[in-house]
């Protein structure tokens, strides 16, 4: 199941930038909406499921409508030319796949005996699924055509199928009706009186927006410049995320909460300055090294950051407290930078004798970069230092593979990853 789910993600949205822009031409800004179109599914999808799943419809069920829904929206989607007809149906196609991997760790959860234990290796599935498609995708040259869309189609419709088989997950609780207050409690919202909290909030919005730079306009960038086999040569990054996960628990009891979030923020940095100066040539090892950075970048600010959501929020508000600053960071701040990423590519781009389109690609991964150090400097400065994340015996990172109570249903997890 965690296999199929994240497959799905990784054959079609890794090169969508790269087919709409060099096969039906659109802008900059066009390719960074349809790439936020996700992020919209990320805002909405927890009243769907809040509702649909915790209320009327047993998961299993209600994963194999989403994804045989998805499936046949891809498939269509595949064949579309304007914008306007394409956004719409991505964005319908991410407001029917966004909430089924909330529904994933739900079910796993539910038919788990100890999920702290258990959860993590079966996780870890999801990004060998991610893996496995930017290999395949790479490995045939279709990264600038329609094909992965139509892979990742019949993959959901799979995924519907398959979903069919898996346990049968009932309601937990009987319908009475969608109330905005199940989904965000108005208690989760006093954790904000916290400063701290209130600073490493407002530092996940702020970090999401440069973040989708990198998930939008990696792959047209590498195509762009020459580098062969993009897609599978950026699977090196869900590599590093399974090595630096391991990790992680030993930066997290050295460093703390404070450093660890820190040093995470700084590889984003990095990571941005390696795009600007490296080339397909001498320094191709820079845009390796940018690749490979993604591990720090994920692992040691969002998993910590979700370590972090989980330790400060009271038990019973958990879930609600992952389930706010998902809707923060991967909702709102992702889908402005969605906006953001566009624009700034469009601003330096220059139209070819050919009618092709080539870009200024120092100056625009120069902007992430000096985002990332902004938000990284303002961290810096208005988070306190905390005691190490053990100190109230609560676990370290390892086993926080995603949510951490049986009961908890995370609202959404790894991007990739």
Wanted: hydrophobic letters at 50%; aromatic letters at 14%.
């Amino acid at each position: 199941m965690m296999f199929l789910e994240y497959f799905i993600w990784g054959a079609w949205y890794v090169t969508l930038g790269t087919w709409l822009g060099q096969q039906l031409h659109f802008s900059g800004q066009e390719i960074g909406l349809a790439a936020g179109t996700t992020a919209l599914g990320a805002m909405l999808s927890p009243f769907l499921v809040g509702l649909m799943a915790d209320e009327l419809f047993a998961n299993q069920r209600l994963l194999a409508a989403l994804h045989g829904l998805g499936g046949i929206l891809l498939w269509i989607a595949s064949t579309q030319k304007s914008f306007g007809s394409m956004y719409f149906i991505l964005l319908v196609y991410s407001l029917c796949y966004m909430p089924t991997m909330a529904l994933t760790n739900a079910l796993a959860f539910r038919q788990m005996k100890d999920p702290k234990q258990d959860f993590g290796s079966i996780r870890v599935l999801g990004t060998a699924g991610w893996i496995v498609a930017g290999l395949l995708i790479g490995y045939v040259g279709v990264e600038s055509t329609a094909v992965p869309v139509r892979v990742a189609a019949v993959s959901s419709i799979l995924m519907a199928l398959y979903s069919l088989t898996l346990p049968h997950t009932p309601p937990l609780r009987s319908a009475h009706g969608f109330k905005l207050s199940n989904i965000f409690p108005a208690e989760a919202f006093n954790l904000f009186k916290d400063r701290n909290f209130s600073v490493f909030a407002l530092a996940s919005f702020l970090i999401c927006i440069p973040l989708q730079f990198y998930y939008t306009f990696t792959n047209p960038f590498l195509n762009e410049i020459g580098v062969q086999n993009a897609a599978a040569k950026m699977t090196m990054g869900q590599m590093s995320e399974l090595l630096f996960m391991v990790t992680l628990p030993w930066f997290f009891r050295r460093l703390g909460v404070k450093y660890t979030l820190m040093l995470g923020m700084f590889a984003w940095v990095l990571r941005y300055i390696c795009f600007g100066t490296g080339n397909s040539g001498s320094l191709v090892w820079l845009l390796y090294l940018g690749i490979v950075l993604h591990g720090i970048c994920y692992d040691f600010f969002f998993v910590t950051g979700q370590v972090y959501v989980d330790q400060k929020a009271p038990q019973a508000l958990r879930a609600a407290a992952q389930g706010l600053i998902t809707f923060i960071t991967y909702g709102i701040g992702m889908f402005i930078g969605s906006w953001i990423c566009g624009r700034i590519v469009d601003l330096y781009a220059k139209s070819t004798p050919a009618g092709g389109v080539l870009h200024d690609w120092r100056s625009v991964w120069m902007v992430p970069a000096i985002a990332s150090a902004l938000v990284l400097v303002f961290f810096g400065i208005g988070f306190r230092n905390e005691d190490s994340a053990t100190a109230s015996g609560r676990t370290a990172p390892g086993n926080y593979s995603a949510g951490s109570d049986a009961d908890a249903t995370p609202v959404t997890l790894t991007r990739n990853t």
